[in-house]
């Protein structure tokens, strides 16, 4: 469902966009019954995300897949360049759109996929919302595509205002470029006379930007963006990683993805909490928030203590039951940093993979278990 403390966040999509938000919480209270009484079951997921890409041109410090501790660049080439193809993707586009999900394009670097504005024009034409997490470095040469493809939520990833974003994701000039791309695409829909995409900038906090956080805010003033908000750092210890190979010998598969998360936060929660709370007591031209809306005390524990479990939201995680990911070989599966597959969209359609037996084995699996040791620090833990 949506937890009490996400709200806030679900009455800004209420505004902004209403048949957006009507269809998400008719979604959810389907899944949420399904969850109760469906025996591992579940009706069809409120949204897809599809992994176009392994690939990416930046190397982000706090990466899972690309970091400094990632696991993707110890993948071998062959692995890094799979992807599935135009015809494929629009395939799966196809067996889904019968019950419309909302689509969101992820990687790795989206854009980096040859066909990912054709896609998005597919997607849109078949009436599904589409969003698109992206570094932004190559916004401005693919502005007009994907303002014209008619993409609804453009997702961008930045850490703070120029050298200090270019730091933490190794690359000279990136913020300048990101910034032109972000004013290109506000040129192409004022020329097309579109509200579309919003543009949502995403901030992650960590060790070297917690300091610097506000300078977001005139940066979202400048690109006109819909939203910010600041995500609370993904991280864990080696003793959690260790508890989650219980349950990935169970389900015969592997968590080892959660590996890229392994470090030590590095932040200062009394002077991060303070600066936060001074940042949500203030007026903005557009939604700001803070993801997990944790309390004082939980926010505490999430930064001090490695066996944390929930307090503020409920101590399970419904996620299986309301999104798939498919990954560049086809995999469908339930976490994003779990090889557990519910099936392959290149061997069967997705429709009937999602209730798969292996579904529903790993179903009721977390449901027995309310969630496993790494869901402690994953977001999708706090989304529904």
Request: proline share 5%; aromatic share 12%.
């Amino acid at each position: 469902m949506i937890p009490c403390r996400n709200l806030k966040r679900y009455f800004h999509k209420a505004l902004t966009q209403p048949l957006y938000a009507a269809k998400v919480l008719v979604a959810r209270l389907r899944a949420t019954m399904y969850y109760e009484w469906g025996k591992g079951k579940s009706s069809f997921p409120e949204a897809i995300t599809l992994f176009l890409t392994h690939r990416c041109n930046l190397r982000c410090k706090m990466c899972g897949q690309w970091g400094e501790a990632g696991v993707t660049k110890r993948q071998s080439q062959e692995f890094i360049r799979h992807e599935l193809s135009l015809t494929q993707l629009k395939a799966v586009i196809d067996n889904v759109s019968s019950f419309a999900p909302n689509i969101t394009l992820f990687g790795g670097e989206p854009l980096l996929h040859a066909g990912c504005s054709e896609l998005i024009r597919y997607i849109t034409q078949k009436r599904m919302h589409c969003l698109m997490i992206t570094n932004g470095s190559m916004l401005k040469e693919h502005a007009s595509e994907i303002v014209k493809a008619g993409l609804d939520e453009l997702n961008v990833s930045l850490d703070g205002n120029s050298s200090l974003h270019d730091e933490i994701r190794g690359m000279p000039g990136l913020f300048a470029r990101i910034m032109s791309g972000l004013k290109e695409v506000n040129h192409c829909k004022q020329q097309l006379g579109t509200k579309k995409p919003f543009i949502n900038l995403q901030c992650t906090i960590n060790a070297q930007n917690y300091l610097r956080v506000s300078e977001m805010l005139e940066v979202a003033r400048e690109v006109n963006a819909a939203s910010l908000t600041f995500h609370n750092l993904i991280f864990l210890d080696s003793s959690t990683v260790e508890k989650q190979k219980e349950y990935d010998q169970l389900l015969g598969c592997s968590s080892a993805e959660w590996e890229g998360f392994v470090c030590a936060p590095g932040i200062d929660p009394g002077i991060l909490y303070n600066e936060m709370k001074g940042i949500m007591a203030g007026r903005y031209g557009f939604s700001v928030d803070f993801y997990p809306n944790f309390s004082k005390k939980a926010f505490f524990e999430y930064y001090t203590n490695p066996c944390y479990i929930p307090s503020d939201y409920p101590g399970r995680c419904l996620s299986p039951w309301i999104v798939a990911y498919i990954f560049p070989d086809g995999e469908v599966r339930p976490c994003l940093n779990c090889s557990y597959s519910f099936g392959n969209v290149l061997q069967e359609q997705f429709t009937r993979a999602w209730n798969s037996p292996k579904a529903v084995t790993y179903r009721r699996m977390l449901k027995g278990k309310g969630m496993f040791p790494v869901c402690i620090r994953c977001t999708e833990l706090y989304r529904y």
